[in-house]
């Protein structure tokens, strides 16, 4: 099992195109396994000539856990930030960003272009700010600034986002239809995923790893983090945003937002898609990441 000792802690990853391949390091949301970046879309960058790293964020799927930490206080978060101090939390959204270098270290990577969706977004954009000897271009994908004047989730995609799931391990099948109703609310309307697709794909995280407490301790380090957008207004890399158009998780604002703070940066809207990487647009997608790394 491919495993690096990193920063301090066990990150999970993989590995897959040639070794001669421009190295891209692809980074998950909150709560997701490496998965969500599914092998199709894997399989897309390796034949355009990648060599594709996926991993695993601390916390979550196979990487090391943080279950002795509890779980967090978020109004402590949310009070620490605007009082301008560091939160008492298991880790910070910047241990993410070090991982991710630390992993590029550990293979032997001097740089590598950087891409990630959500708050794997915020991640590489941090990996940017923080460890910039590492990064030949970014991504940013369905992602903000954490600008605090940026509009905020519909109630319904926070409700999906939010609301905790039934116990797996005591009716596996709740746990299945809530994360199969709450796909639907934060899907692409434009390309909806079969019920019976959406199902598989929880299953089969269900089985790879199964760690509930996660995604709250995540979760916490995203609402404590910093506003980025002075230091990213510093940045001088290629960078695209991309957003879709329809997001009710994270609105497109955040998206332009973001472009708006890089100097530089792209800006990609994909009208009819929401907070999901549907698979009929995976080469859109690809080819809105290439405006950055074939300026690298």
């Known amino acids: ?28 949301g909150v709560g997701t396994q490496m998965t969500r970046f599914p092998k199709p879309f894997v399989d897309k960058l390796v034949a355009r000539g990648y060599r594709v790293i996926r991993m695993d964020n601390r916390d979550i799927g196979l990487s090391q856990k943080f279950t002795d930490h509890g779980l967090p206080d978020f109004k402590e978060a949310m009070a620490a930030k605007a009082e301008g101090r560091q939160a008492d939390l298991a880790y910070q959204l910047s241990d993410f960003a070090a991982d991710g270098a630390a992993l590029l270290d550990h293979l032997g990577i001097d740089k590598a272009h950087v891409a990630g969706f959500s708050m794997g977004g915020m991640i590489v954009q941090l990996m940017a700010i923080e460890h910039p000897d590492k990064v030949l271009s970014m991504a940013s994908i369905m992602s903000n600034t954490a600008n605090p004047d940026l509009p905020k989730a519909t109630p319904e995609a926070m409700a999906a986002l939010t609301t905790p799931r039934p116990d797996a391990n005591a009716d596996l099948d709740a746990f299945v239809a809530h994360g199969v109703a709450s796909a639907k609310v934060i899907g692409s309307p434009a390309w909806p995923i079969p019920d019976d697709v959406l199902a598989a794909n929880i299953l089969s995280d269900y089985e790879r790893s199964y760690h509930p407490t ?58 009819g898609m929401g907070h999901n990487l549907p698979p009929q647009i995976f080469d859109r997608i690809i080819d809105a990441m290439e405006l950055a790394t074939l300026k690298a």
């Open 1 to 28: 099992m491919p495993e690096a000792q990193v920063n301090g802690i066990t990150i999970y990853y993989e590995v897959e195109g040639p070794d001669d391949g421009k190295p891209i390091l692809l980074i998950t």
């Open 214 to 271: 996660g995604f709250p301790r995540q979760y916490a380090a995203i609402l404590a983090t910093y506003d980025r957008r002075p230091f990213l207004q510093k940045l001088k890399l290629p960078c695209v945003a991309i957003h879709g158009v329809q997001d009710p998780l994270v609105p497109v604002e955040g998206g332009r937002d973001t472009a708006a703070n890089i100097p530089g940066c792209e800006l990609v809207e994909i009208d």
